[in-house]
């Protein structure tokens, strides 16, 4: 600024009055003043608003919606948003030239959310299904400690009244069948069902027939003389309803589920389905129901023809197939030691199976959560994108562009949101499916193992 004193003033005066002449009077001089006077230019200064520094906008740029997601957040993402702040940058931006896209990534800068954390989960979810080989020591000395319910569907189709070598295979097989009950751990509750007992093994009788299967013993404490009573009040009659059977036992069996109850199903039969029904399926859906009953299926003088349907049942029920020939082997396959054994490899299967659900949840839910908080982040952005933009004057810039620059991002996370996070599913249910794979062929392996000891 120019500066002026009052000294200066006053000497030009007195050269000015020197020359007018000598009878004019002079003015007393004024005094010159110590203090300086400053004169303001007509640009004078104002506060300007106080606005935030830009950060680096190459973050947001590009294809790549991974790196976008792995980017820092805006200055005022989440609750930290403060609408002058925002207003102010952005139009400091506009009235330095930012076209459309350069204010958008402006405007990122100030506002995009912090999707970090989701997208290192997306990076690396942790999906391991983790669980205990069985060891064939310890195995030995496992005590059963889950509730134990057996159930047995019995066989009195009229070719049960064919003999072998030890009597008649209805006999022989009701006396196996008790002593095999006899000699469960104690607590143990058993089940009689019935089937092939009414109608006949004729074409005329083989509706009535095919329809007969009855639980003649209801899941209760094993009672000695109330089971054989039940046991014997049905001779060898007509046809081989095993479908109808599997699928009466899971309605048999409906109240027993739970994380501490193991179910197993033993089918005696001589033969295979004569009825129509499909006992595979039967078989897989009562070993994948809630109640998650192991099916064995035990075959009583089979020919070899039939052998390959009765273990394709076993095997879709998670089970195994025991062949005996006469009642003594029946006797043998059922003794306790030998059950005692499979039941412990039946109950580690099944604690196996259940810690296995387990995780599965539990990588479930974490999954749920990230998809649900990606979900409100893409929403929050978007709404606080629009908000400010809502609270500027554009001038010249079309809004328009600045919409279309919004949905576009919040479109091309939502995408790769989906298309993560289904892949993730995948991977629970393909690590899932794996592991109780495994289980089940450790399981039976050690089955196998117990039965070739006998």
């Not at 299926?297 to 039939?306: C, H, S, Y």
């Not at 006469?326 to 039946?346: H, K, V």
Request: charged residues 35%; negative net charge; contains cysteine.
């Amino acid at each position: 600024m120019k500066k002026y004193t009052i000294l200066g003033i006053s000497l030009s005066l007195m050269v000015l009055a020197a020359c007018g002449g000598e009878n004019e009077e002079e003015p007393e001089p004024e005094e010159a003043s110590d203090e300086e006077v400053t004169e303001v230019s007509g640009d004078e200064s104002t506060d300007e608003e106080e606005t935030v520094d830009i950060g680096d906008l190459t973050r947001f740029q590009g294809d790549d919606v991974a790196e976008w997601l792995r980017a820092e957040p805006g200055t005022f993402h989440g609750d930290d948003y403060d609408e002058e702040l925002v207003t102010a940058t952005l139009e400091q931006a506009i009235s330095e030239g930012a076209d459309e896209e350069e204010l958008y990534y402006t405007l990122l800068d100030l506002v995009a959310e912090d999707y970090r954390d989701l997208q290192a989960f997306i990076d690396d979810p942790g999906i391991v299904f983790e669980g205990e080989s069985r060891d064939a020591d310890e195995r030995e000395e496992e005590e059963l400690e889950a509730e134990l319910n057996v159930q047995v569907l019995f066989d009195a189709s009229g070719s049960m009244a064919a003999s072998v070598s030890d009597g008649v295979k209805m006999e022989v097989a009701k006396d196996a069948v008790e002593d095999f009950l006899g000699e469960m751990p104690e607590g143990t509750n058993v089940s009689l069902r019935v089937y092939g007992h009414k109608g006949s093994n004729q074409r005329d009788g083989k509706e009535e027939s095919c329809a007969g299967t009855e639980e003649v013993y209801p899941l209760s404490a094993y009672d000695e003389d109330a089971f054989s009573d039940a046991l014997n009040q049905f001779e060898p009659t007509g046809y081989t309803p095993i479908a109808a059977s599997i699928e009466a036992a899971q309605d048999d069996l409906a109240d027993a589920d739970g994380e501490n109850v193991q179910n197993i199903v033993y089918i005696v039969s001589d033969g295979e389905e004569t009825c129509g029904g499909d006992p595979v399926q039967a078989a897989q859906d009562l070993n994948e129901s809630d109640i998650e009953a192991v099916v064995n299926i035990i075959g009583f003088d089979v020919n070899d023809d039939e052998r390959d349907s009765l273990m394709e049942i076993a095997e879709a029920g998670q089970g195994e197939y025991l062949a005996a020939d006469t009642g003594e082997e029946m006797r043998r396959q059922l003794q306790e030691e030998y059950a005692e054994r499979i039941l412990n490899s039946l109950t580690w299967e099944r604690e196996s199976r259940v810690d296995n659900y387990d995780q599965t949840t539990d990588f479930q839910v974490e999954a749920f959560d990230v998809d649900t908080e990606m979900r409100v982040l893409i929403n929050d952005e978007r709404n606080q994108q629009r908000e400010a933009l809502r609270s500027i004057d554009l001038g010249n810039l079309n809004p328009d562009v600045m919409i279309d620059f919004i949905n576009e991002r919040q479109d091309k996370i939502g995408d790769y949101r989906d298309e993560q996070m289904g892949l993730i599913r995948e991977e629970i249910r393909d690590g899932s499916s794996e592991r109780r794979h495994e289980i089940g062929d450790e399981a039976r392996e050690e089955r196998r193992d117990i039965r070739d000891d006998r």
